[in-house]
C-alpha cells in the first residue's frame, strides 16, 4: 500500500523522520513516500486531506479535525520554551500590543499563543525564514521566530522580546504545543495505528542513533553550525516527541480551549488522539 507522509524541510523533521526515509526502521511492507512542505502549506493542504500522515500546527487541528485524528507521538513540544518575539532594540513585552509583528502563519500555534497574548497586534504573514531579516529591514517592529532563528537571532544584532513558551506555561503551568502529526480518520483503525507506530519508531530510532540521524538533518540545516543544529533538534525532538503523555494531551486541549474562548479557534473540539 502506498502512503504519503508529509513534514516540513526542517532539521528537526529530518532528524525525527530519519529512521524511515533511510530504511533502517522496517516500514512494514508500506511504500512510503515524503512530502516535503513548510508548516503553513501543511496546514492548508490538511484542509484538503491531501496526505495519510502529515504534520500540523495544534492551532491548526480544529479546521481538520473531522477529516484527522492525533498521534501521540511526532510532537514538537516546549516545556517552558518556545516561539521568540524579537525586535531591533530592547522593548517592554507590553507594547508588543501596539506593534506590526512579522508572523509565519496564521493557522500556526506561535500565531495563537501570539494573539493570546497580546490580541490587538497587528501582524503581517512573512515566510518562516525571512521574518529576522524583515525584523532588520524595519519592514516589522516584532518578529515571531521559530525554527532556528530561536538560537541565531542574537548574531544579527535582535533582541528578545519575550519567549512566548515560558510565558504560556507561567499562565498555565503547561508546556506549550506547537507542532503534531494527524492520520487521515478514512484509513481506520487499522492503518492509523501501524502508522502511529511506525512514527514512534523513527523518532526512537532518532534518538537511540543520534549522530547518524544528525549528520543527516545537517543537510536541512540551512548552513547552521553543526553545535546550534544539534541543540536546536534536542529542544524539539525528546521523550515528549515519542509520545506527548496525559500532560501534553492536556497541553494540547488548553491551547484549543484558551484560542477559542478568546474568540481566535472558530470552534470547540475535543483533541482526539490514535490510541497506539
Given at each position: 500500500?502506498?502512503?504519503?507522509?508529509?513534514?516540513?524541510?526542517?532539521?528537526?523533521?529530518?532528524?525525527?523522520?530519519?529512521?524511515?526515509?533511510?530504511?533502517?526502521?522496517?516500514?512494514?511492507?508500506?511504500?512510503?513516500?515524503?512530502?516535503?512542505?513548510?508548516?503553513?502549506?501543511?496546514?492548508?493542504?490538511?484542509?484538503?486531506?491531501?496526505?495519510?500522515?502529515?504534520?500540523?500546527?495544534?492551532?491548526?487541528y480544529p479546521y481538520v479535525a473531522d477529516a484527522y485524528?492525533?498521534?501521540?507521538?511526532g510532537a514538537s513540544i516546549g516545556d517552558g520554551y518556545?516561539?521568540?518575539?524579537?525586535?531591533?532594540?530592547?522593548?517592554?513585552?507590553?507594547?508588543?500590543?501596539?506593534?506590526?509583528?512579522?508572523?509565519?502563519?496564521?493557522?500556526?500555534?506561535?500565531?495563537?499563543?501570539?494573539?493570546?497574548?497580546?490580541?490587538?497586534?497587528?501582524?503581517?504573514?512573512?515566510?518562516?525564514?525571512?521574518?529576522?531579516?524583515?525584523?532588520?529591514?524595519?519592514?516589522?517592529?516584532?518578529?515571531?521566530?521559530?525554527?532556528?532563528?530561536?538560537?541565531?537571532?542574537?548574531?544579527?544584532?535582535?533582541?528578545?522580546?519575550?519567549?512566548?513558551?515560558?510565558?504560556?506555561?507561567?499562565?498555565?503551568?503547561?508546556?506549550?504545543?506547537?507542532?503534531?502529526?494527524?492520520?487521515?480518520?478514512?484509513?481506520?483503525?487499522?492503518?492509523?495505528?501501524?502508522?502511529?507506530?511506525?512514527?514512534?519508531?523513527?523518532?526512537?530510532?532518532?534518538?537511540?542513533?543520534?549522530?547518524?540521524?544528525?549528520?543527516?538533518?545537517?543537510?536541512?540545516?540551512?548552513?547552521?553550525?553543526?553545535?546550534?543544529?544539534?541543540?536546536?533538534?534536542?529542544?524539539?525532538?525528546?521523550?515528549?516527541?515519542?509520545?506527548?503523555?496525559?500532560?501534553?494531551?492536556?497541553?494540547?486541549?488548553?491551547?484549543?480551549?484558551?484560542?477559542?474562548?478568546?474568540?481566535?479557534?472558530?470552534?470547540?473540539?475535543?483533541?482526539?488522539?490514535?490510541?497506539?
Open positions: 500500500m502506498k502512503v504519503s507522509i508529509a513534514h516540513s524541510p526542517d532539521s528537526d523533521d529530518a532528524f525525527m523522520f530519519y529512521g524511515l526515509v533511510s530504511g533502517k526502521v522496517p516500514r512494514g511492507g508500506l511504500e512510503i513516500t515524503h512530502v516535503l512542505r513548510d508548516i503553513e502549506t501543511l496546514n492548508r493542504e490538511a484542509q484538503e486531506g491531501r496526505h495519510d500522515v502529515t504534520a500540523i500546527s495544534f492551532h491548526a485524528a492525533l498521534m501521540p507521538c518556545g516561539p521568540l518575539l524579537v525586535a531591533r532594540e530592547p522593548l517592554d513585552p507590553a507594547r508588543v500590543a501596539e506593534k506590526t509583528v512579522a508572523v509565519p502563519g496564521t493557522l500556526t500555534s506561535a500565531y495563537l499563543a501570539l494573539k493570546l497574548f497580546a490580541p490587538t497586534a497587528e501582524t503581517n504573514v512573512v515566510p518562516f525564514d525571512r521574518i529576522l531579516d524583515e525584523v532588520r529591514a524595519e519592514r516589522a517592529d516584532v518578529g515571531l521566530v521559530i525554527h532556528e532563528g530561536q538560537l541565531t537571532f542574537g548574531g544579527l544584532g535582535l533582541h528578545k522580546v519575550l519567549d512566548l513558551g515560558a510565558w504560556w506555561k507561567e499562565k498555565t503551568g503547561l508546556p506549550l504545543p506547537l507542532g503534531g502529526s494527524a492520520v487521515r480518520r478514512d484509513l481506520g483503525p487499522a492503518m492509523a495505528e501501524p502508522l502511529t507506530g511506525l512514527v514512534r519508531e523513527t523518532v526512537r530510532y532518532a534518538l537511540g542513533h543520534r549522530r547518524e540521524a544528525l549528520d543527516y538533518a545537517l543537510g536541512f540545516a540551512r548552513g547552521m553550525d553543526p553545535a546550534v543544529a544539534d541543540r536546536f533538534v534536542g529542544l524539539w525532538v525528546n521523550d515528549l516527541t515519542v509520545d506527548c503523555g496525559e500532560r501534553g494531551r492536556q497541553a494540547v486541549q488548553a491551547l484549543l480551549d484558551h484560542g477559542h474562548a478568546a474568540g481566535i479557534v472558530p470552534r470547540r473540539v475535543r483533541a482526539d488522539f490514535v490510541e497506539a
